[in-house]
Each structure stands twice: as structure tokens, then as C-alpha cells.
């Protein structure tokens, strides 16, 4: 897993270890990043089933509730398959984009 910071965004990006393993890294470390925007580069991992997606649903309800956004990056997930309250998006610059999209409905009270 490794870390880096872009502004008020934190990507992290998953290399090795299970989705599993992953969010319980996230949930343990959540106090370091969960004043910034959030991207989980989930990219170099094989096709992603909707029950690993799913772990991914606690978290993004957490932060989403801070006023912040929660985008996974993933081509490799049928996305018909991800609950609504989930964002995944096939490359970073669209996670960017929703990013970007979010804080300005915030600003303006959406």
C-alpha cells in the first residue's frame, strides 16, 4: 500500500494485499487522512467482485459524512455491479474530476 498526498487528497494505491486486508488497513489509519479527499487506486489488481467493492461501503459512508469525497479507481469492476453510494471510476484524472465536481456542489450547498 502506499501513500501519497495532492493537495487535500490522499490516493492510496493497493498493490498486493487482499481488498479485505486493505480496508481494514484504511479503517486503522482513517484518523491520518480523514481530513482530505480520499482516491483508492485499486489498478493493479485483478477483476473485483461486488462483494470486495462492498468493503469499501462503511468507509465511504464514514468520510462521505464529513463533507469529503471517497473515489475508488477500478477498470476492473463491472460497475452495474457497485452500490450506488459507492464512486468508481476507470482512471485517476476522472477521479480527480469527481473530486472536483463534489467540492463545488458542497460550496454552493448541495
Do not use: C, W
Amino acid at each position: 500500500m502506499i501513500f501519497n498526498q495532492n493537495g487535500n487528497t490522499s490516493i492510496i494505491t493497493q498493490e498486493k494485499v487482499s481488498i479485505i486486508e486493505l480496508v481494514k488497513k484504511l479503517q486503522a489509519l482513517y484518523p491520518k487522512f480523514k481530513n482530505n479527499n480520499i482516491i483508492v487506486a485499486l489498478t493493479s489488481l485483478d477483476m473485483i467482485t461486488e462483494a470486495e467493492i462492498v468493503e469499501f461501503l462503511d468507509l465511504s459512508k464514514t468520510h462521505k459524512a464529513t463533507k469529503h469525497s471517497f473515489v475508488i479507481v477500478s477498470s476492473k469492476i463491472d460497475l452495474d455491479t457497485v452500490p450506488d453510494e459507492l464512486i468508481v471510476v476507470p482512471t485517476l484524472q476522472e477521479a480527480y474530476d469527481v473530486i472536483e465536481m463534489e467540492d463545488m456542489e458542497r460550496d454552493l450547498g448541495f
